[in-house]
């Protein structure tokens, strides 16, 4: 067997194993995230800072889920700590809120979705990667049926990896799908008891995917959290009701 492919045949084993996978023990309640060294107290008149995700700029919640501090959070002056943390766990409920897809409160469950996405996008990945090279049958079908379109042989090759274009495409979705299991994770566990990284970068990758669907440019610095919720809501419905369904 090629090595490409017993590569792939490790990932999608990988891929079901973690579908199987359930916890022996029960996590600890997620604990505060790390925030700033206390300042001194300054009067309310002294500062301002973003208490809702109606105001927040998209940028800065992205800035705080990767780096893990509130200072994004300050609009001017120099607000005292308290007053930071209790306007981020107002953003984190409203964010929590927004957010139309499937919402867990454990951190366990959060942890474990992150990991089943992460390991269906190095599968998906993996698959097209070698078809790319060299049509197999057995890759094909198991892409569609992990509900993508089924890729099949065809002489001309331009029309074949227009196919793969398609399918990775498609797959796009996942990147949407990883990044909000993070944010979803690093909201319940702060202090992140498992490896879970996605830099400031993989954020800016997914507006550029849900740019292309809206069909005009989304800045991170322009949109609030709550307008990129809104467009979240929408690109989920819309990959949801477009999904094909797999043979059988």
Known sequence: M???????????????????TSPSTTMAEASPASYPQ???????????????????????????ITGEELKPLIISGNPPV???????????????NAIKSGKSKNVFAAYK?????????????????????????????????????LITPEPDREKYLKQIKFVRTQAGSLVVMLNQAVAAYKLLSPDNEHKVERDYQSFIDELAILSK????????????????????NAYMLYVEANKPKANG
């Open 2 to 20: 090629p090595r490409k492919k017993r590569y792939l045949n490790w990932l999608l084993k990988g891929q079901k194993k973690q579908d199987k």
């Open 38 to 64: 206390a300042s001194p107290q300054a009067t309310p008149s002294a500062y301002s800072l973003h208490h809702s995700i109606r105001t927040l700029p998209y940028d800065c919640f992205v800035q705080i």
């Open 82 to 96: 308290d007053e930071l943390v209790s306007a981020w766990d107002n953003i984190s409920d409203e964010y929590s």
């Open 113 to 149: 979705k992150y990991i089943r996405i992460d390991s269906k996008m190095k599968m998906i990945d993996a698959a097209l990667m070698y078809l790319t090279e060299l049509y197999d049958e057995e890759i094909a079908v198991i892409l569609h049926e992990n509900g993508y379109k």
């Open 213 to 232: 669907h809206q069909g005009y440019a989304l800045r991170a610095k322009e949109i609030t959290v709550l307008e990129y919720c809104a467009v979240i």
